[in-house]
């Protein structure tokens, strides 16, 4: 009976939202991780061949991280300002509430997760574009842009969840 209390107790509002916070930490440092890992590796091969292309496949290797850094934004805006876990007094939610915020966490989770591996694919074309017209730089660019517009989406709607959320 006594491993049930302490499951309760540590099953509470609060442990969830901060379940959200590292599942949009996770997920989408995941995504990023595996997005610049693919791009990195395309941009080895064309550094072997011209290593005077490093600054074109350093910007496309780099546009897949920032999922990662909105899933750090978002976790951070939950645990930090709306939870005040480094203040005096935290927030201590509710069961309802604190799936509230999981699940407001997920969006930028799981969109950032996926975009940054469809961005990195697109950045792996853009070093196979630039390899042979390094002026089209700025078309390869762009091409990655627009895959991370739909991160930006899921971002504003994880933390427009969170700052609406009267606790």
């Keep these: 009976m006594e491993t049930v209390a302490t499951f309760a107790e540590m099953f509470n509002g609060t442990a969830l939202a901060i379940l959200g916070a590292v599942m949009a930490v996770f997920l989408a440092g995941t995504g990023s991780a595996r997005g610049v890992g693919m791009a990195g590796v395309a941009s080895a091969g ?73 961005q990195g694919k697109v950045c792996v074309s853009g070093v196979a574009l630039i390899s042979k017209r390094p002026k089209e730089l700025g078309k390869a660019i762009t091409a990655a842009a627009l895959v991370e517009t739909y991160a930006i989406f899921a971002l504003l709607i994880s933390v427009l969840l969170i700052v609406i959320k009267e606790i």
Excluded at 48 to 55: A, C, M, N, Q, Y
Excluded at 64 to 80: D, H, R, S
Excluded at 84 to 111: E, R
């Design 46 to 118: 064309l550094l072997s061949e011209d290593p005077s292309k490093f600054g074109s496949t350093l910007v496309l290797q780099a546009l897949p991280g920032t999922q990662g850094i909105y899933g750090l934004i978002t976790a951070f805006i939950l645990v930090f300002i709306k939870l005040n876990m480094l203040g005096d007094a935290p927030a201590v939610l509710s069961v309802q509430d604190g799936l509230y915020f999981m699940f407001a966490c997920m969006p930028i989770g799981i969109v950032g997760y996926t975009s940054a591996i469809h």
